[in-house]
């Protein structure tokens, strides 16, 4: 989302390359996502607990981390139903296989930004059963070498990589 929210804001930024940015949660309607945030953007910090095979990556999640990170979105989404994004050039990497992230409204989002614009591309990586982190070369189910020459194609060709 910090990507997403440089490009909408940042016309000194020539090329954003947003990879399976957080804007909703896979088969929960955005009106539950909104009443998650309102509801505990008001109340104390929960932990809630997860799991992680990994030794340096985090587990679980915390409620104030999480309605952060969609109070940004909305914030993007806000600022991008008045204009298009500011940065030269933005492309937004789908995993079509996200569990956490729900790639279809990700998706829905960069065409309508894109529509504003005209400098929005989308690059959907293929559908293998990538997990949502996709960076981390020691995820079990990741695939480096798949997933990063799509990335680097973006960020070095921006969208004549798609």
């Known amino acids: 989302?910090?990507?997403?929210?440089?490009?909408?804001?940042?016309?000194?930024?020539?090329?954003?390359?947003?990879?399976?940015?957080?804007?909703?949660?896979?088969?929960?309607?955005?009106?539950?996502?909104?009443?998650?945030?309102?509801?505990?953007?008001k109340l104390p910090n929960i932990d809630l607990?997860?799991?992680s095979n990994l030794d340096h990556a985090y587990v679980g999640e915390s409620t104030e981390g999480l309605v952060a990170t969609f109070l940004l979105a909305r914030s993007v989404e806000e600022a991008a139903g008045d204009n298009g994004p500011?940065?030269?050039?933005?492309?937004?990497?789908?995993?079509?296989?996200?569990?956490?992230?729900?790639?279809?409204?990700?998706?829905?989002?960069?065409?309508?930004?894109?529509?504003?614009?005209?400098?929005?591309a989308i690059v959907e990586l293929p559908a293998v059963g990538l997990p949502h982190d996709v960076i981390d070369p020691d995820q079990p189910a990741g695939d480096p070498d798949l997933v990063y020459p799509v990335l680097l194609d973006a960020l070095e060709n921006g969208a004549a990589a798609g």
């Not at 930024?13 to 953007?41: E, K």
């Not at 937004?92 to 005209?118: C, H, K, L, M």
């Open 49 to 51: 607990p997860g799991e």
């Open 86 to 120: 500011a940065a030269g050039e933005v492309i937004v990497v789908i995993n079509p296989d996200d569990n956490q992230v729900d790639p279809g409204y990700v998706s829905d989002f960069a065409t309508n930004w894109n529509e504003r614009s005209g400098n929005v």
């Open 1 to 41: 989302m910090l990507a997403e929210w440089t490009a909408q804001n940042r016309a000194d930024v020539d090329r954003v390359v947003p990879v399976a940015p957080a804007m909703g949660i896979p088969g929960v309607p955005r009106f539950l996502t909104t009443g998650f945030v309102n509801l505990f953007d």
